[in-house]
Nanobody, 125 residues
Framework: QVQLVESGGRLVQAGGSLRLSCTAS????????MGWFRQAPGKEREFVAA????????LYADSVKGRFTISRDNAKNTVYLQMNSLKTEDTAVYYC??????????????????WGQGTEVIVSS
């Protein structure tokens, strides 16, 4: 049984930083493409960042490039999202996801088979 558990979301002021964590069980983060997505109120879930299985290549949405960094700790089977220079428009529920197919990194939500419950990030002005 695959479980992805996100943590680290909270209220933060604009310009601040947060680090989100996604601890996995039933799936190995180094062997699967792992992604972060977010969903703001009234909006569709959107791609934020992903890290490729094994080689660890990364991909980012244009809106977060240069501010967010995705990484993983294989020993802890955990994926992180370091978020710096936060903006009010980053306010959303952030979800961790795992792709079970060995392929290039995907941006589409439908490409990810496993999802966490989400952690809420609120950025105040």
């Amino acid at each position: 049984q695959v479980q992805l558990v996100e943590s680290g979301g909270r209220l933060v002021q604009a310009g601040g930083s947060l680090r989100l964590s996604c601890t996995a069980s039933g799936v190995t983060v180094s062997s699967n493409n792992m992604g972060w997505f977010r969903q703001a109120p009234g909006k569709e879930r959107e791609f934020v960042a992903a890290i490729r299985r094994i080689v660890g290549g990364t991909l980012y949405a244009d809106s977060v490039k240069g501010r967010f960094t995705i990484s993983r700790d294989n020993a802890k089977n955990t994926v992180y999202l370091q978020m710096n220079s936060l903006k009010t428009e980053d306010t959303a529920v952030y979800y961790c996801a795992a792709d079970r197919i060995p392929r290039a990194i995907e941006r589409m939500t439908g490409s990810y088979a496993y999802w966490g419950q989400g952690t809420e990030v609120i950025v105040s002005s």
